[in-house]
């Protein structure tokens, strides 16, 4: 509820040259796919029959619904020994990159499902390109170039996280302390915890900084398997980590 003196200012949503960061010469944003319908189509093929089988198959899964999803990951799951399925999608995300974000965050997490070895070293290496320069800030306070290297480095950790595999849980680790921008790190951590549980706490407090041990108690806002409610968990974590707590508002 708003103070009676409280002042209410109305900021426009963001323009397309906000987004592009280049006075709008980019390309305008693409137009929104039409929702398809029926089975998802499959992921099969190779050279250019494996690229088509890879954009009709992102096509479908960017307009499916929850309900989608056991479907989806199960031809996904078909078709993790097929190395030119996984190239077709690494041709995908770099062709969406710079031009369709929603699109390029799908692939990234198409690739953690697949569980293919090609996507599990395209993932790592994304995850080593370095911080984009400094760059205009928006009015909006990004830098978008920074702000797209996040969202897709986030995305990239979660999908690596999900290969599970020896090579991959070392780089999840590797990027919770090493990485250079502290959002990736703090993703790191919560994907490692996600697919990890106990085992991965304890592997965790052996490496990551002193001062984002913290990250490890963070407070998720889903269904707890454990029947507490999120404020419940919220309450214990600001017991155990007090210095979280905010300072009362200032008096009007």
Request: hydrophobic share 40%.
């Amino acid at each position: 509820m708003l103070r009676p003196n409280a002042r209410v200012l109305h900021r426009p949503f963001m323009s397309w040259d906000d987004v592009s960061g280049d006075g709008g010469n980019r390309t305008p944003p693409p137009d929104l796919p039409v929702i398809p319908s029926g089975p998802p189509p499959p992921l099969a093929g190779s050279g250019e029959a494996a690229r088509t089988s890879v954009r009709q198959f992102v096509d479908w899964v960017m307009g499916a619904s929850l309900s989608d999803r056991p479907s989806a990951r199960t031809i996904i799951h078909s078709a993790s020994g097929n190395v030119e399925i996984a190239a077709a999608l690494i041709e995908e995300f770099n062709a969406a990159r710079t031009q369709d974000g929603a699109r390029g965050i799908m692939v990234l997490a198409i690739l953690g499902q697949l569980r293919n070895p090609i996507g599990e070293a395209f993932l790592t290496g994304l995850l080593r390109e370095p911080l984009p320069g400094p760059e205009p800030v928006t009015e909006h306070g990004r830098e978008m170039g920074r702000f797209a290297y996040q969202v897709y480095s986030s995305t990239a950790i979660r999908s690596l996280a999900h290969m599970r595999s020896t090579s991959s849980r070392a780089e999840v680790l590797r990027v919770a302390v090493e990485h250079p921008d502290r959002s990736v790190r703090v993703e790191a951590i919560r994907a490692f915890l996600f697919q990890e549980g106990p085992r991965g706490r304890a592997d965790l407090e052996a490496v990551v900084r002193s001062e984002e041990l913290i990250m490890l108690d963070r407070v998720e806002s889903v269904a707890s398997n454990d029947g507490t409610t999120y404020g419940e968990r919220l309450a214990a974590f600001l017991q155990a980590h007090p210095e979280a707590i905010p300072p009362p508002p200032e008096a009007p």
